[in-house]
């Protein structure tokens, strides 16, 4: 039988094939070993910058790493078991309260960077704890600031809070004791320091910086760790409508000592945001203070990761790092 045009075709194709691949398997290229091993050194390099914080990237949380503009922005950032927030106004200015443990400092200025940060106008640490102001030296090396507000307390020394004298003077920045009642305009932001109310109180936690923050008709209240103690100095010293306000810091990281009923009663904050570690041994957030908060809108740092709220001046839009919340 006479072989069909279309066989015939599909045989000088099968041996035109068969011929390329001959060609294909004899000409094949390498790579080679040394520009592997030179790809994977370079890779390795790359994540130790990265990790170190030397080199900007947007981390996996990228989503609560964006500013709005026009309006305030406030990160209260993950970093375990400690505190640090950033609080950035419409032109701008930024507050840092607070520094973190130094095991999160890395990490912390890798999400600074990624902000687009250069510089703090002002950094509040609100007392000399290690999950306070842990990494206050190396953000301050990175960053700088132009002023450093401190409690006037006397503390424990501790080899953190020499570190963060060292770089607070490196720096070259104003230092302000926070005294109380002293007000500072910081842009649209108005800062009004409210404690420490005493400098003789037994735990050191008391002696916190406690400032309030005004833009356009909403206020924050950040209590660093103050306990029972200085919360009622706050209730005899100021009148209501100081404390008042639209979000708290929530003291201590929600620890049963602090948050007590009446001054809970007095700020009625509607949102509370607590600043504690995952699984932490001290059991923060205390479940009486979680019930004493019954009537805020509650953000954890240990559940929702790094906290993004935004604000036009009248309330505030919350962006999570595990979710979108509003
Ligand atoms: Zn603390």
């Not at 989503?63 to 970093?79: Q, T």
């Not at 962006?319 to 979108?324: A, F, L, Q, V």
């Amino acid at each position: 039988m006479a072989e069909s045009r279309y066989s015939r075709s599909a045989s000088n194709l099968k041996a035109k094939a068969e011929t390329k691949s001959n060609t294909t398997k004899k000409h094949r290229w390498r790579f080679p070993k040394w520009l592997l091993s030179l790809a994977a050194a370079a890779v390795l390099v790359l994540v130790c910058l990265i990790v170190t914080g030397r080199l900007p990237y947007k981390p996996d949380d990228s989503s609560v790493l964006n500013v709005e503009p026009a309006a305030l922005n406030v990160w209260f950032f993950d970093v375990g078991q400690g505190d640090a927030a950033l609080v950035m106004g419409p032109e701008g200015e930024t507050i840092l309260i607070d520094a973190g443990p130094g095991l999160s400092a890395a990490r912390l200025r890798v999400s600074l960077h990624a902000l687009g940060i250069s510089a703090f106008d002002c950094a509040i640490f609100t007392h000399p704890h290690e999950d306070h102001i842990g990494g206050a030296d190396d953000l301050l090396q990175a960053f700088g600031a132009k002023t450093v507000i401190l409690s006037p307390g006397v503390f424990t020394p501790s080899a953190s809070q020499m570190r963060m004298n060292v770089e607070i003077a490196d720096c070259g920045a104003e230092v302000i004791e926070a005294l109380p009642g002293r007000m500072l305009t910081l842009g649209s932001l108005k800062l009004i320091l409210l404690a420490p109310c005493s400098v003789e109180y037994e735990d050191e936690n008391d002696l916190s910086v406690v400032v309030r923050i005004e833009y356009g008709d909403i206020s924050l209240l950040f209590t660093g760790d103050i306990t029972e103690a200085a919360e009622r100095d706050l209730l005899a010293l100021y009148d209501p409508v100081i404390l008042k306000c639209d979000l708290l810091k929530v003291g201590h990281h929600g620890s049963a000592g602090s948050s007590s009923e009446d001054f809970i009663t007095a700020v009625s904050p509607g949102y509370a945001v607590i600043s504690a570690g995952a699984d932490n041994e001290y059991g923060h957030p205390a479940p009486s203070v979680l019930q004493r908060l019954k009537y805020s809108r509650i953000f954890r740092t240990d559940r929702d990761g790094t906290i993004h709220a935004v604000s036009d001046g009248t309330d505030f839009i919350f962006y999570t790092e595990n979710g979108e919340k509003k």
